[in-house]
């Protein structure tokens, strides 16, 4: 089942991220796989009636018009196409991600995170293994997201890969935005800067299309209630 998927992942992750950790971080563990875990059963739900509203509103019409046409697409992955409300859910995907990318520090440089949290591991000064350890730390909530975005996206009954190209293409739209924020004059900071912002938008590209793959390797297959076929028992 995928929740049980999702608490063992949660719980795997969970240790590392705890002991490398000095304050207030593990709380944020908590609280965001929690809001996580929210998001997704709001979206199920808005889902699931959305689907019950659907099918009761072509359940009478069916007889009449079997008779002239024949019926429209099943509510099925095969049927479906991204709408409106699908365009939200990309949008609090993308929100999800930053916040995961700012919520253990100030990922601009590793020099302001704590080596504090790797002493309970290494003891040695080892720039490399330190700085490998702390980049786990910061992959860890990314982890999270990238598996409830693959049940998510399953849940809904969309095309394999239809939410996650919505995703990328708001990506590039926001990495063409800082393409021509590029500046060429004045201070060097401010050059520095644009090109900085730039850069990442556009490695934030390559970086969705690695966290689809990893959605796809964590979830992997698990079985998904579609909310479709709970509503047509409800008609029966």
């Given at each position: 089942h995928f929740l049980h998927r999702l608490v063992t992942i949660y719980l795997g992750?969970?240790?590392?991220?705890v002991l490398l950790t000095v304050s207030y971080e593990?709380?944020?563990?908590?609280?965001?796989?929690?809001v996580l875990l929210l998001w997704l059963s709001l979206e199920r739900a808005l889902y699931h009636e959305r689907a019950e509203l659907l099918l009761l509103a072509r359940a009478p019409a069916a007889p009449r018009l079997?008779?002239?046409?024949?019926?429209?697409?099943?509510?099925?992955?095969?049927g479906r196409r991204l709408g409106l409300s699908d365009m939200r859910t990309g949008i609090m995907f993308l929100f999800f991600v930053n916040v995961a990318f700012f919520g253990t520090g100030n990922v601009a440089?590793?020099?302001?995170?704590?080596?504090?949290?790797?002493?309970?591991?290494?003891?040695?000064?080892d720039p490399f293994l330190m700085s490998a350890l702390l980049l786990f730390k910061i992959f860890i909530p990314f982890f999270l997201?990238?598996?409830?975005?693959?049940?998510?996206?399953r849940s809904l009954e969309l095309p394999p890969f239809s939410l996650f190209l919505f995703v990328l293409s708001t990506t590039d739209v926001m990495?063409?935005?800082?393409?021509?924020?590029?500046?060429?004059?004045?201070?060097w900071l401010d050059i520095g800067m644009s090109i900085s912002h730039f850069c990442i938008s556009g490695l934030f590209v390559l970086f969705t299309i690695v966290l689809f793959v990893l959605s796809h390797a964590l979830v992997g297959s698990v079985l998904i209630p579609p909310p479709a076929h709970a509503a047509a028992k409800k008609l029966r």
């Open positions: 992750f969970a240790a590392p991220f593990s709380l944020f563990y908590i609280a965001y796989a929690a079997s008779r002239l046409a024949p019926p429209g697409p099943p509510l099925s992955a095969s440089s590793l020099a302001s995170f704590s080596l504090d949290s790797v002493y309970r591991l290494i003891t040695v000064f997201v990238s598996a409830v975005f693959g049940v998510l996206s990495t063409l935005n800082f393409f021509f924020l590029v500046r060429d004059d004045g201070s």
